[in-house]
């Protein structure tokens, strides 16, 4: 199972620190990938780490704006969102993909991700 927490509203120029808690499987065995989906939209991966820690991806709309960081011993990771945009308004989601301990591999396939959380609305304003 899969929380995500710390959505919400803020100006443009903002920061928001999305949580991802996870429960219920062997967390230190999956990658963790951030995907959003804005309305009118289709979903799109926004960030991955690996479930070593190491492999970390961003897509280009958030690269250098976005910082990724996981807890194995928490269980969390955590999605670090500064330099807000109006166009970053979404629905965050997280899920959890096997790639078993100790891997760097990324992927922001969803044929990968088997677990997903429920979502957290993030409202940029400007």
């Known amino acids: 199972q899969l929380q995500a927490s710390g959505g919400g509203l803020v100006q443009a120029g903002g920061s928001l620190r999305l949580s991802c808690l996870a429960s219920g499987f062997t967390f230190e065995y999956y990658a963790i990938g951030w995907f959003r989906q804005a309305p009118g939209k289709e979903r799109e991966g926004v960030s991955c780490i690996s479930s070593s820690g190491s492999g970390i991806y961003f897509a280009d709309s958030v690269k250098g704006r976005f910082t990724i960081s996981r807890d194995n011993a928490m269980n969390t990771v955590i999605l670090q969102m500064n330099n807000l945009k109006p166009e970053d308004t979404a629905v965050y989601y997280c899920?959890?993909?096997?790639?078993?301990?100790?891997?760097?591999?990324?992927?922001?396939?969803?044929?990968?991700?088997?677990?997903w959380g429920q979502g957290t609305l993030v409202t940029v304003s400007s």
């Open positions: 899920a959890a993909a096997y790639h078993g301990p100790n891997s760097d591999y990324t992927t922001m396939l969803e044929s990968w991700y088997d677990n």
